[in-house]
């Protein structure tokens, strides 16, 4: 069983930085894909960032130019860098990996880690 460890969440100001970490507890994975998700008090789960199969990243547009997702592959930890970060960020962070098994994905996720930011 794969479990994914979140860490780096907090209380920051605003203009402050936090950087998150996600690692999986295991080695060896196939991951297909992996991303920072967010959800605030009332509101649906958004995208923050993500990397595709391919490689490529995608940013939700509200933190495009603040936040930067990056990975250890070797580690198979995953981080998110928030910069310049804003009361409206104020939320739990989960970070998700899409794992193949044989011909089988999986979609795993984080416990989630709370992200506050004070005006």
């Known amino acids: 069983q794969v479990q994914l460890v979140e860490s780096g969440g907090g209380l920051v100001q605003a203009g402050g930085s936090l950087r998150l970490s996600c690692a999986a507890s295991a080695t060896d994975l196939s991951i297909n894909s992996m991303g920072w998700y967010r959800q605030a008090p009332g509101k649906q789960r958004e995208l923050v960032a993500r990397f595709s199969s391919s490689g490529r990243t995608n940013y939700g547009d509200s933190v495009k130019g603040r936040f930067t997702i990056s990975r250890d592959n070797a580690k198979n930890t995953m981080y998110l860098q928030m910069n310049s970060l804003k009361p409206e960020d104020t939320a739990v962070y989960y970070c998700?990996?899409?794992?193949?098994?044989?011909?089988?994905?999986?979609?795993?996720w984080g416990q989630g880690t709370q992200v506050t930011v004070s005006s």
């Open positions: 998700n990996f899409l794992i193949r098994f044989g011909a089988l994905e999986y979609d795993y």
